[in-house]
């Protein structure tokens, strides 16, 4: 698991790309993030995602897909939990890319399989890194402007409360 002050500084940035009423909804926070990428990001329900699947993130070849299952009740959390993956470098790692590149066309549909990210209840050190981003984003969109603590106390509140 990465240590708290990386997952609040990966917040951090994603405020301060964000412009004007970017910053006011999560749908903004993720346009912000998109447009950072240079790809484009589709936010969407994905009726055939696998059973206790509440969200994916999907990296294809020229966009990224964010699909959360329809039963999820809590959809903010989980996409801003699927925006955590995508801001802290989760999937497309160099040996996934390499691979990628090293396949055959024919061979790409499996490679994307291979990059899908299922997020179900297993608490691997990347689902509670991706669940922490969530957490604090929202917190702080949230929150609104006349939040104005340091980061370095807003992690630590987080560890004493989150
Ligand atoms: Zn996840």
Request: a negative charge; proline letters at 5%.
């Amino acid at each position: 698991m990465t240590d708290s002050s990386t997952v609040a500084r990966a917040v951090d940035r994603l405020f301060r790309i964000a412009e004007g009423d970017e910053l006011r909804s999560l749908s903004g926070l993720a346009e912000a993030l998109a447009r950072d990428r240079g790809r484009p990001l589709v936010i969407c329900e994905g009726p055939d995602l696998p059973a206790r699947v509440f969200g994916q993130w999907v990296r294809h070849a020229d966009h990224d897909e964010v699909k959360y299952a329809s039963w999820v009740h809590a959809r903010e959390r989980t996409i801003a939990h699927e925006l955590g993956h995508i801001v802290l470098n989760h999937v497309g790692r160099p040996a996934i890319e390499l691979a990628l590149e090293a396949l055959p066309p024919e061979s790409h549909g499996l490679a994307a399989l291979m990059l899908e990210r299922d997020c179900d209840n297993v608490r691997s050190p990347e689902e509670v890194d991706a669940e922490a981003f969530g957490n604090l984003l929202l917190r702080r969109l949230k929150g609104g402007r006349h939040v104005n603590r340091s980061p370095g106390i807003r992690s630590r509140l987080d560890e004493a409360f989150g």
